[in-house]
């Protein structure tokens, strides 16, 4: 067993080495041609789309709701404190966020998951002709 492990100590690192050669610029021509593509050609379209964000107060949240307000979407920003999320409101809307609704709820309470859900469809409409 020991001669078999000293074997594959000496054969695998540069197998590795050799694999990862020949693979990472491979990767990297298909990485960087697919960011290409993804940047210029796709471009998803959300006006009149509604994106709900809970945690909207600060880190992740904040920034994924400038990044939607960015794109003119209507945003519902959720937090346990509305008052924590009205600058972030406000920053949506100059952004250029078509619509802003801001509710406190808690998603650990499946009533308040229930409420904001109802809210948003309320307001929004149910987006079906």
């Not at 000293?6 to 610029?25: D, G, I, K, Q």
């Not at 904040?62 to 920003?77: M, T, W």
Request: one cysteine or more; aromatic letters at 12%.
């Amino acid at each position: 067993m020991d001669l078999i492990t000293t074997a594959l100590n000496f054969v695998v690192p540069p197998a590795n080495l050799v694999m990862l050669t020949f693979a990472w610029p491979t990767l990297t021509f298909f990485d960087t041609h697919e960011w290409i593509y993804n940047t210029f050609f796709t471009s998803e379209d959300m006006d009149n789309k509604v994106v709900v964000i809970t945690g909207a107060f600060s880190g992740i949240g904040e920034k994924i709701a400038y990044a939607y307000a960015k794109r003119r979407a209507n945003l519902v920003l959720i937090a346990r404190r509305e008052h924590r999320i009205r600058g972030i409101s406000e920053s949506a809307r100059r952004l250029g966020a078509r619509h802003v609704l801001i509710m406190a709820a808690d998603v650990v309470k499946e009533d308040d998951c229930r409420r904001f859900i109802n809210e948003t469809i309320n307001y929004f409409g149910c987006g079906k002709p």
